[in-house]
């Protein structure tokens, strides 16, 4: 049987300390789409996710439909209201599909919560344990950008991360899927795509820095010391930029603003189709193999930015000068095929990055996906500002949003 409860927090409160915001991985992400159904078709099909698990009517789930959907150690939950008055149907009304929560994993829910309510987040939900007689998981939420939450999940028996990572339920609320045709042809036919290795959120002109605070002061994360420090705004990019580092390795929160330009910032327009409101821009996927998970991503229909060949033209002497100044060998993937696969490519002093961006994943020019692949290099791909930004420019111009 099924149980759920709302913890008081009363005895907890009091033992909290900085290691209850002790992060142990990306748990999941949850996205709220239009059609949740065919949304993980469309998902498994193009980026070789397996649908692993489902929470709805057949389930028992009477007010919404998830859809789990696991590569490596990705996990993305997508989610539909069912009932009338789900906030899914808000969100998608003003945003189209996106990110709804990036969710944690973490010792203990209940003391993550408090802790980060003490340090100044907004609570968006209680803690609540759901349990049964293998297991319980116990999810607690606060607020972020816009109406993006951080969700904190931490995990018994049956429902421990362990058992997550090789295939278990996510939770007790889901079964696992049978019979799903695409599932071997995934298993056949690799995307490669490991972990989550950044998350960038696009934040209102002015608020970049707020944000920095936030991340700072709620949760404990230090702002990411890296090669693009010094100049991330150029003519071009029109945008600001800065990193959170969560600690512990696992995972990168870059925040961008707009910044005025010679034209229409990429933020500008996100925001303007995002009713205003600050959101989840990009999510970067880790590769070990940038050309093997492009090409079978290519092959699957992804649409990927178009990066101009003359882009090609000088790119091999900056990037490999700057490995030899510093000890590094050269870029050792076939350079030819890297031009005809239209992957761009970056160096500073610690090694070399190979990364490539799709087009946005649905019909509003908002949330898109990266495929990186890092040699060394832990920053974020700043000498591809200028390609990059002449090849989203012509995007927006056919979008009419320049
Ligand atoms: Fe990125």
Redesign the pocket.
């Known amino acids: 049987m099924t149980t759920t409860s709302t913890p008081s927090s009363t005895t907890k409160a009091q033992t909290v300390s900085d290691d209850a915001l002790r992060l142990i991985d990306v748990d999941h992400v949850r996205f709220y789409v239009g059609n949740a159904k065919q949304a993980a078709h469309f998902y498994a099909y193009t980026f070789g996710f397996k649908l692993d698990q489902i929470a709805d009517l057949t389930t028992g789930s009477r007010d919404e439909a998830n859809y789990l959907l696991t590569q490596g150690n990705i996990r993305f939950i997508l989610t539909s209201g069912l009932s009338l008055d789900h906030e899914a149907h808000d969100h998608v009304k003003r945003y189209g599909d996106g990110v709804r929560s990036i969710a944690f994993t973490v010792d203990d829910a209940e003391a993550a919560f408090n802790q980060a309510v003490k340090n100044g987040a907004e609570a968006e939900n209680e803690p609540t344990t759901i349990s049964n007689n293998d297991g319980s998981i116990t999810t607690s939420a606060i607020k972020i950008y816009g109406r993006v939450i951080h969700t904190f999940v931490s995990r018994s028996g049956k429902y421990s991360l362990e058992n997550v990572r090789k295939g278990g339920l996510i939770s007790p609320a889901f079964a696992k899927v049978e019979n799903y045709a695409l599932n071997d042809y995934n298993q056949q036919n690799p995307c490669g795509l490991k972990y989550l290795d950044?998350c960038?959120g696009n934040v209102e002109l002015g608020k970049m820095d707020y944000w920095v605070s936030w991340y700072e002061n709620v949760l404990g994360f230090k702002l990411f010391k890296h090669f693009d420090d010094d100049d991330i705004s150029t003519e071009y990019s029109a945008l600001m930029s800065k990193v959170m580092d969560s600690g512990y390795g696992v995972i990168k929160f870059?925040i961008n603003e707009p910044a005025p330009g010679k034209k229409k910032s990429q933020i500008q327009e996100y925001l303007d189709w995002h009713d205003n409101t600050a959101g989840v821009q990009?999510l970067?996927m880790r590769t070990n193999d940038e050309l093997s998970s492009v090409t079978e991503l290519n092959r699957r229909g992804v649409d990927f930015l178009y990066v101009p060949k003359e882009y090609y033209n000088e790119v091999w002497d900056r990037v490999n000068k700057m490995l030899k100044e510093n000890g590094h060998d050269a870029v050792k993937e076939d350079h030819e095929k890297i031009k005809e696969l239209g992957i761009l490519v970056d160096a500073d002093d610690e090694g070399y990055l190979l990364?490539l961006f799709t087009k946005p994943l649905q019909d509003r020019p908002t949330l898109f996906f990266?495929i990186?692949c890092r040699r060394g290099s832990q920053s974020?791909?700043k000498g591809n500002f200028k390609a990059l930004f002449e090849s989203l420019e012509q995007e927006q111009e056919r979008r009419g949003n320049l």
């Open positions: 950044h960038v870059p990009h970067a990364q990266e990186i974020f791909g």
